[in-house]
């Protein structure tokens, strides 16, 4: 594990007369003053992740004069991070997340202390990485983790400000709070692989990390300045498309295995066995559909075979690029497959090459003899055949 | 009695794309059921194979976790707001895998 501090000036109990200014606005309110702002400067919290919702928390928690800021990431930026991950500019694509992030975060404000921890979050690791700190703020993007950082933070007894994101809806509410309910409480086992939204279904709004992050920034920064109404006990629901927010009520539950009366997890188990997954993402379900390589296809249309391309892509997707095939959605594909012509040989493509092996699977359980799934999809076909194809 | 289910962002593909559904319903679980009679897919990713519901997935009446009610019995009345809650776990790079 690599981690590195960013050593600023030491926390004193006060500010000097740069910092009074720089952080005046928050000084001339009540609610922060003098006394929340050296609480402020003496708090310890770690990001777990620089991603969509690392970003804006990230940002606001150095802006606001935590003084002292762990992150933790092993990723690298890539181009289809820039859509919301604010951290990043064009020209840190290549470059480690934690390197940039912690450049960002040092330019935004070189008071504070910036602990870099350029690691993947473990069961072997998270007790380690979490007892410095006093808050834990959860911006990861998976199952495994998510459970990982609840538990550690319970067995801690930190608390956990949690943020979550799909397409244009969030959740957002502290876990690990004394008394307080815990994420196990709230989804007590995670989805099976295959039952989570799978890649067709995926994408992010750019904004909503930032809305549910600077949500989370706020929950962090109430908890070190012990004011107002912590999100303990509430969900908070956002919904970027209708513009609404929702507040359920959370309940600790007492036969939780974590935080309840007689808990079963005592410690950090393997999350991966636990999710029902190995490794961090689902791997692709073992198919054993008859495949086709991207150059065979090529080739093959040159010599003026009569393939049927079907594309079981959405919509949306079909306007993005195509192969020119014969356009019907996987989960349409059911009632439309009277649109098929069983005597002619077919190729189906997604993506990927994920939903058309589900496509192709399907095809041959109906009794289609002559399918076969295009290995790697339009990714591949980009990769290996035409690149003025655009990959996405 | 009309109530209406909230359909969750995840779902809304296999309940007609709708963000909510009318329902007639008494109770939450004729409220579900006659939700999944109409969209047969939900079925699935609502319930397990023994029948229950899945515990990534929660019911609410208004504000309250039916667990801490009378689960599939909570009665409902007019004008109540069912409302689909499954776990999402987005937030970091990636998230359109």
Request: aromatic share 6%.
């Amino acid at each position: 594990m690599a981690t590195k501090t960013d050593l600023a000036a030491p926390a004193g109990a006060a500010l000097s007369n740069e910092e009074i200014l720089r952080y005046s606005r928050h000084l001339i309110m009540p609610e922060v003053g003098m006394d929340g702002q050296l609480k402020l400067k003496q708090a310890k919290v770690l990001c777990i992740g620089t991603g969509g919702l690392g970003a804006p928390l990230g940002l606001y928690l150095a802006a606001a004069g935590v003084g002292r800021l762990g992150i933790v990431d092993f990723d690298v930026v890539d181009l289809t991070n820039l859509q919301r991950q604010i951290l990043f500019s064009t020209g840190d694509v290549g470059e480690p997340k934690i390197e940039a992030a912690a450049a960002r975060l040092r330019g935004l404000n070189p008071d504070i202390q910036i602990d870099r921890h350029e690691t993947r979050l473990t069961s072997e690791n998270a007790l380690d990485l979490f007892k410095d700190y006093d808050i834990i703020v959860d911006g990861t993007d998976n199952f495994p983790t998510r459970y990982l950082v609840n538990d550690a933070c319970i067995l801690l007894g930190k608390p956990n400000v949690y943020g979550s994101i799909f397409r244009f809806e969030g959740q957002v509410s502290i876990f690990g709070y004394p008394d307080g309910p815990c994420y196990r409480c709230l989804y007590p086992e995670p989805p099976p692989p295959g039952l989570v939204p799978s890649c067709a279904e995926g994408g992010v709004l750019g904004v909503l990390p930032g809305i549910v992050g600077a949500v989370q920034a706020a929950e962090a920064i109430k908890l070190i300045l012990g004011k107002g109404d912590p999100l303990v006990g509430r969900l908070l629901l956002f919904d970027a498309l209708a513009m609404r927010f929702r507040e359920l009520k959370l309940r600790k539950n007492p036969e939780c295995p974590v935080c309840g009366n007689h808990p079963t997890v005592t410690k950090l188990i393997d999350y991966a066995e636990f999710c029902g997954i190995r490794g961090e993402e689902a791997p692709a379900p073992q198919t054993s559909v008859p495949e086709i390589t991207p150059r065979e296809l090529k080739s093959r249309l040159d010599r003026g075979d009569d393939l049927f391309i079907l594309d079981v892509r959405e919509p949306h997707e079909y306007q993005i690029c195509n192969l020119n095939g014969y356009l019907i959605p996987l989960g349409d594909l059911p009632k439309r497959v009277s649109e098929l012509d069983s005597s002619r040989e077919i190729i189906a493509h997604c993506r990927s090459g994920k939903r058309s092996a589900e496509a192709t699977q399907f095809l041959q359980k109906a009794g289609f003899r002559k399918v076969l799934n295009l290995k790697g999809g339009i990714l591949a076909w980009s990769d290996e055949v035409d690149p003025a194809v655009p990959k996405y | 009695m009309p109530v209406k289910v909230i359909i969750p962002t995840p779902l809304r593909g296999y309940a007609g794309k709708q963000e909510s559904v009318d329902v007639q319903a008494s109770t939450v679980g004729e409220a579900l059921t006659s939700l999944t009679t109409r969209y047969e897919e939900l079925k699935k990713h609502l319930y397990a194979d023994d029948g229950r519901l899945r515990s990534f997935v929660n019911v609410y009446v208004n504000d309250e976790d039916i667990r801490y009610l009378q689960k599939d019995q909570t009665r409902l009345k007019e004008g109540d707001t069912v409302s689909i809650v499954p776990s999402i776990a987005g937030g970091a790079s990636r998230a359109e895998k």
